[in-house]
């Protein structure tokens, strides 16, 4: 293949390296941006899965054109995390980490120092295993884990943006996010592939429930099922359970001993296909027995 294939097949990677950013992936953010306009008057923001940078270096660009208009702001805080190590960018921190872990989030979260951000944006991406399952649900646990950080250091009213993998559970996903932000949109930049399920999710007016207290146990991330009951109010779903069926009747549980009038039956309705006809079928032929005398 000739060095200049791949800037004829896609327009743009040639376009990010003609404009100077680190990866295609920058047109997603600023298509998003276009539309939504959820950059303007930032100041403080947290880009997780940051790796090469290019989101950052929109962020950046973004940020210092804000705090011109408005100077006597404090200068703006970018924070940045990626599970790879990634080359510096002015203005923005930079942080090795994987954002599923406490102590990444944790760290995120120090650097704010009780400050809040006014938007975190999560491009993260697993390493795709071309398994469409086990792919989304990996890409939703990432994006859990990038939800369960932004409950910390994102400001009332401040803005949620992250890659998604429309696959069919992604309804259970917008329910979920639909608790913290009133406005949900799913988008899809013309950057983005049209052959890729990926797509962008963009929260606004985060509003979290109320006497929701941000807690580093996440029923989805951590097995740590000793915290999760530590939780109260808001913080712990519980839902009603309910015993019926006479209790002084039979238990399933129990084995019963077979009266003198027991007559086995036939099952009413045996399975049209059973799933285990062919080892039947090879049962009765001595199949296995033929297997094993060889
Ligand atoms: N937005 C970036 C840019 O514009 O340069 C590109 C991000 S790339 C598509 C996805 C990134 O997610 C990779 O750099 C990968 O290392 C990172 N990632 C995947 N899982 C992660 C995790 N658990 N914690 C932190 N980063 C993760």
Redesign the pocket.
């Known amino acids: 293949m000739g060095k200049s294939s791949k800037d004829k097949r896609d327009v743009y990677y040639r376009l990010a390296k003609e404009e100077g950013w ?2 295609r ?2 047109f997603k953010l600023l298509q998003l941006d276009e539309e939504f306009n959820f950059l303007q008057g930032v100041q403080k923001a947290v ?9 950052s270096q929109v962020l950046s660009k973004r940020l210092s054109e804000n705090h011109k208009q408005t100077p006597d702001e404090p200068e703006p805080k970018i924070v940045a ?4 190590a990634m080359a510096p960018l002015d203005g923005v921190i930079q942080l090795q ?4 872990k406490k102590s ?1 989030a944790e760290k995120i979260i120090s650097y704010f120092d009780g400050g809040m951000a006014d938007i975190v944006i999560c ?4 390493d795709v295993t071309g398994l469409h399952d086990m792919d989304e649900y990996i890409q939703a646990q ?1 994006l859990l ?1 990038a939800l369960n950080i932004t409950t910390h250091v994102l400001r009332p009213g401040g803005t949620f943006v992250a890659k998604i993998f429309r696959g069919k559970d992604i309804t259970l996903l917008y329910s979920q996010l639909k608790i913290f932000f009133p406005t949900v949109t799913c988008s899809k930049p013309r950057s983005s592939r049209n052959s890729s399920i990926e797509a962008f999710i963009v929260c606004q007016g985060y509003q979290p429930p109320v006497d929701y207290t941000p807690t580093m146990a996440n029923p989805l991330l951590d097995l740590q099922y000793d915290s999760m009951n530590e939780l109260t109010g808001p913080n712990r779903t519980i839902v009603p359970f309910i015993a019926c069926g006479d209790l002084n009747g039979y238990d399933a549980d129990r084995t019963y001993p077979l009266t003198s009038s027991y007559k086995q039956l036939d099952p009413l309705q045996p399975p049209i296909t059973a799933p285990y006809k062919t080892a039947m079928e090879l049962k009765r032929s001595n199949f296995y027995s033929r297997l094993d005398k060889k």
């Open positions: 680190r990866a992936s920058a880009d997780l899965c940051a790796a090469p940078g290019s989101w995390v990626d599970l790879q980490g994987d954002i599923t990444t491009d993260g991406a697993p990432l884990a």
